[in-house]
């Protein structure tokens, strides 16, 4: 059975230009270096990188929130980046994202259910009535009694907040959901709930997730694949079992080394120690079934 | 606080004065009586009579209406029309950007009283057109406030998931990036309420205000002048210290929003 | 087993609000011994911050202080200002978490390192710039020369971490107190700057207390810590020890909170409950709220230390 893909980046490159005066021309900086991408559909794809390496470059252009030199992103097939504008409002539908502080990602001065009726305002004909009848069910989707309705965001915790915010990106029902850093500036201890409520929502709901982190532990914790950003890049991409186990870009095992895994388990200091084998190739192809 | 009080009894004196004083005249601005002329402050006339024998303390009370009218008009206006136009440029960037603000560049460079004065001369002298010309001078403040403002908030991460929820630029400016910028322009506006009522008196002062028979501050002032040698302080006292007096409440006003809007009040540490 | 360089008694801190007074440490117990580095653990809002800052007593005007930060036996909460800043810096000096925000973009590196130099006559003057060359290399700078001319917008994060490092140690103080040191650094210059504290511990045999969220960097840059919850020091002992065989509630449940390898997609152990507010008072144990043993006596009485390394602060051990 061949998995059909949710997101298809092809050669996706972003620049923007620095330096440049009176007298010199901007140099481009090359933000995303010719991106190839495919991720399947219910699938987590996790992307890691550190800061420069592009990968909040990369969400913000799948979204057209940035413009992007070339290349293609397609969702069902359209191409989000050259999409008519009516097409795009359509699209922009199917895929949400979540961003990592909820804090600046939640308008202050708008209470709990104005944030999570936005879209539903924004996109569809219902009445007040119905979306707020549809804000208690998302609120309920993720865990938050109907009672933080009339909540501010300064008077919701962290993890309060970050369920807003993914209740907000499931209001219109996408089936793509990006999520930058969804967890780093949650405790651990919330991050745990956040991390079990997503990967809850994704079985009932049958999300695909791209899911960029800088922690290793938490990205091999609910991705399927993984996918290594540097400097604009992707070198390497493969099942986490594997990157984790055998890494083969050079980049990918300095990254590994450097963050330890948080249990001095056996498994962990392996490791850290096990010699580097370079078989096979660094891409992924899918095999049927493959986890 | 007090200040709040201040202003209340300020602007109810303005409201009722009608029924404080008995020698309203014709719409407040008092009957000639040339026989009680230059009468000093008294029971019957508590702030005394002018040259023209019209009790003072009446047209004091009621010089507040025009003061408070124009304070009140012109930073309404000026922050209507600042706001709209500092957030669509800091917004919107670009030329627009551009144009929004050298166009307001170039009212700033003009000294803003001259400028208002120059205005209010060119229009047929009136309340009328004192406000409209204070106000092409104030809205510059407010844009330029604004933009700053609306450059930064357009970065904010809740704009940007407005954007990705398909919201049209207009709606992210009404929605979200208007909201946010009101705070520092609230403040101002509190501040700017006594600045405004000090420029009018001034304009009228010089004659480019409310005209005569009609009582007002500035004008009381000036026409009260030119008897303070001879002895008659009273003409020209009692309004400048209404003026002094209401100017100073609304800049303690002003002082207590923004100090009430200082997020340093909340005081908690982590 | 030597007298520490550092010992916090009861340290009880709290400020006084418009909305009433919210209680920031609620009786922190802790000790760092020369030439051994402390974690300090905690979630946001523990208090971790705040201790540190305690004993520099870097704290705001509304706050309120009682217990004791002995530094080699010196009250520092008891001393007079002047007194206290004669030792912030010399003594005792701290690192903090955005080295772009601790230093000032308008000044070069040497200028600044220059001034915190000469403040503490480190150096002969006119020779402050030596000085400031010699602690770059010290903090494995390359090009040290050069680097007294940049700016710190002109260098990485790493980089500028490096060079807060070099300022705090430039008077060459006994204890060094690192917030957060390496939170907004990337993974790879983390590992760099932990390694780098750790090589200077032991050189200049300081003493360090780490100030953390994150049990990576304990694990990997420290030899004790210290497990704070709301305030209060909940189990402190040798490093190993607390992560491997942790003996509190609460670190229990932090432990298996955290994400691990092999266990993929199984769901995480979350904590029920959240963090007492600040203007919560607390009679019996911090943690009893939300612990899965909490007894009567919990609620009531707040437990006693138990253990001598490895110590504990529950009523499950015997005390």
């Known amino acids: 059975m061949i998995q059909a893909a949710a997101l298809e980046i092809r050669d996706l490159r972003v620049e923007y230009s620095a330096g440049g005066g009176l007298l010199r021309r901007p140099t481009p900086v090359r933000v995303l270096d010719g991106i190839d991408l495919i991720v399947k559909e219910r699938e987590t794809l996790g992307l890691v990188g550190e800061s420069g390496s592009g990968k909040t470059t990369l969400l913000l252009s799948v979204l057209r929130l940035i413009p992007a030199a070339s290349g293609q992103v397609r969702i069902a097939g359209e191409d989000v980046l050259t999409a008519p504008r009516d097409r795009l409002r359509w699209l922009r539908r199917r895929m949400q994202v979540v961003f990592q502080n909820p804090h600046s990602s939640l308008d202050p001065h708008l209470p709990v259910h104005e944030l999570v009726a936005e879209p539903l305002r924004i996109h569809t004909r219902m009445t007040r009535p119905e979306r707020l009848g549809r804000v208690t069910n998302l609120l309920d989707d993720v865990g938050l009694p109907s009672t933080f309705a009339k909540a501010f965001p300064h008077e919701l915790s962290g993890g309060q907040a970050q369920r807003v915010a993914i209740a907000r990106a499931l209001a219109l029902s996408p089936t793509l959901l990006l999520l930058d850093e969804p967890t780093s500036s949650l405790d651990v201890s919330v991050q745990a709930q956040v991390l079990n409520l997503l990967v809850d929502l994704q079985q009932e709901l049958g999300l695909t997730y791209v899911f960029v982190s800088h922690d290793l532990s938490v990205v091999q914790h609910i991705s399927d694949r993984i996918a290594v950003l540097h400097l604009g890049q992707i070198i390497e991409l493969g099942p986490t079992e594997r990157i984790f186990q055998s890494p083969e870009h050079p980049y990918t095992q300095a990254l590994l080394a450097a963050s330890l895994p948080a249990e001095t388990s056996g498994a962990a200091r392996h490791l850290r120690t096990k010699p580097r084998d370079r078989k096979g190739l660094p891409s992924d192809h899918a095999r049927p079934g493959s986890q | 606080m007090i200040s709040l009080v201040a202003i209340a009894l300020i602007v109810l004196a303005a409201v009722f004065a009608p029924w404080l004083t008995p020698h309203e005249g014709a719409g407040g601005t008092g009957t000639p009586d040339l026989a009680t002329a230059f009468g000093a402050p008294s029971l019957e006339h508590p702030f005394g009579t002018d040259d023209l024998g019209r009790d003072v303390f009446a047209r004091v009370l009621f010089g507040a209406r025009p003061s408070l009218v124009l304070g009140a008009v012109v930073v309404t206006l000026g922050m209507v029309i600042g706001t709209g136009l500092g957030a669509v440029a800091g917004f919107a960037g670009g030329w627009i950007d551009e144009i929004i603000m050298r166009f307001t560049d170039i009212i700033l460079s003009f000294p803003a009283l001259l400028l208002a004065i120059l205005l209010a001369a060119t229009l047929r002298p009136s309340l009328e057109s004192a406000i409209v010309a204070i106000s092409v001078t104030w809205w510059p403040w407010y844009t330029r406030l604004v933009r700053a403002q609306a450059v930064s908030i357009r970065e904010r991460h809740y704009v940007l998931a407005a954007r990705s929820l398909g919201a049209s630029p207009l709606w992210v400016l009404w929605h979200h990036v208007l909201p946010n910028v009101l705070g520092p322009v609230r403040v101002q506006a509190a501040l700017d309420l006594g600045a405004a009522i000090l420029v009018g008196a001034a304009l009228s002062f010089l004659g480019l205000g409310s005209q005569p028979p009609s009582p007002d501050w500035g004008r009381m002032v000036s026409d009260g002048r030119q008897y303070v040698l001879g002895g008659y302080w009273w003409l020209t006292v009692f309004p400048g210290a209404a003026i002094y007096v209401t100017a100073l409440t609304f800049s303690f006003l002003g002082d207590g929003v923004q100090k009430a809007s200082d997020p340093r009040a909340r005081g908690m540490s982590s | ?319």
Not at chain 3, 35 to 61: A, D, I, W
Not at chain 3, 148 to 156: A, D, E, F, G, K
Not at chain 3, 171 to 199: F, M
Request: hydrophobic share 45%.
């Open chain 3, 1 to 319: 087993m030597s007298v520490p360089l550092l010992e916090i008694n009861d340290l009880q801190l709290s400020f006084a609000t418009a909305l009433g007074i919210s209680r920031a440490l609620r009786g922190v117990d802790l000790a760092v011994q020369r030439g051994v580095s402390v974690g300090l653990v905690g979630e946001s809002g523990c208090g971790k911050t705040m201790t540190g800052r305690s004993v520099l007593g870097l704290l705001p005007p509304n706050a309120r202080v009682s217990g004791r930060v002995l530094l080699d036996g010196i009250d520092l909460l008891a001393l007079p200002v002047e007194r206290l800043r004669e030792i912030r810096g010399s003594r005792v000096a701290m690192i903090f978490q955005d080295p772009a925000a601790a230093l000032n973009p308008v000044f070069s590196v040497g200028e600044q390192l220059s001034a915190v130099i000469r403040h503490h006559r480190v150096s002969l003057p006119g020779r402050e710039l030596d000085k400031a060359a010699q602690l770059l290399a010290e903090v494995r700078l390359s090009d040290p020369e050069r680097l007294l001319t940049r700016y710190p917008h002109q260098l990485s994060g790493g980089m500028q971490q490096r060079v807060m490092i070099a300022m705090a140690l430039s008077a060459s103080p006994e204890l060094l107190i690192a917030d957060e040191p390496t939170t907004s650094l990337d993974v790879t210059v983390q590992a760099q700057i932990l390694d780098l504290l750790d090589e200077l511990r032991r050189r200049r045999e300081l003493a360090v207390l780490l100030i953390t969220h994150n049990m990576d960097v304990v694990r990997r840059a420290t030899q004790e810590v210290a497990v704070l919850y709301a305030g209060r020091v909940v189990e402190h002992g040798a490093t190993h020890e607390v992560l491997g065989s942790p003996r509190h509630p609460y670190t229990q449940a932090l432990l298996a909170a955290l994400p691990r390898l092999g266990g993929r997609r199984q769901p995480l152990q979350a904590i029920a409950g959240s963090v007492p507010r600040g203007d919560e008072a607390i009679q019996g144990c911090v943690f009893a709220s939300r612990c899965a043993y909490a007894m009567d006596i919990c609620r009531d009485n707040p437990p006693r230390e138990s253990g001598a390394e490895h110590s504990v602060w529950c009523w499950l051990y015997p005390s």
